[in-house]
């Protein structure tokens, strides 16, 4: 596994080591003691998630509040994604900045967002199969969520048209009205 660092340093892209052949592949998709090297601390994950969405489908921008913020270690397993954090950590010299990833069944690569940042892709294959570890449990009553069209963060969505949102991501509120991390 090899972390590949992004503008944002607690952002990281995770590519697992590949062995390919004629038959198929393998791969170590999680191990412990080798993700926390390569973010740089223990992570204990309590929860995974899957979803799938079609062409257009864009999820996001979602976090949750402490003391249930959530970490995730995101990846695609069928299709791609274009995958999004954006650091809403008012004390951090990033605040507001954002990093974008391409995931794919075929580059395999994982992205880690740590606590305090919000998350969000856009499906830009016919379908695409999303799976997600998080740090801890959901609570709506911490669920928050960011506008992902906030020109202030002024995120650059690949081929984006028309989305195909839920009404609650439709009605997010802007960065300088969400609540955030301090």
Do not use: C
Request: no cysteine; proline share 6%; charged share 25%.
């Amino acid at each position: 596994m090899r972390a590949i660092d992004t503008s944002i340093p607690d952002v990281k892209i995770i590519e697992p080591k590949v062995f390919e052949d004629d038959r198929g592949f393998f791969f170590e998709s999680f191990n412990s003691e080798k993700f926390g090297a390569a973010v740089g601390r223990n992570v204990l994950f309590v929860q995974d998630n899957h979803s799938r969405s079609v062409r257009g489908v864009l999820r996001g921008l979602h976090y949750q509040l402490p003391p249930f913020a959530q970490g995730k270690l995101v990846r695609v397993i069928s299709g791609e994604v274009y995958d999004v954090a954006v650091d809403i950590r008012k004390s951090s010299p990033t605040f507001g900045h954002w990093v974008g990833a391409n995931l794919s069944a075929a580059n395999k690569r994982q992205l880690w967002i740590p606590e305090g940042f919000a998350h969000g892709f856009i499906s830009i294959s016919e379908h695409a199969e999303f799976l997600y570890k998080t740090t801890n449990y959901y609570a709506p009553q911490s669920d928050r969520g960011i506008l992902w069209s906030d020109p202030a963060i002024a995120i650059d969505w690949p081929g984006l048209a028309a989305p195909i949102m839920s009404e609650k991501d439709q009605r997010q509120p802007l960065l300088r009205d969400a609540e955030t991390f301090a």
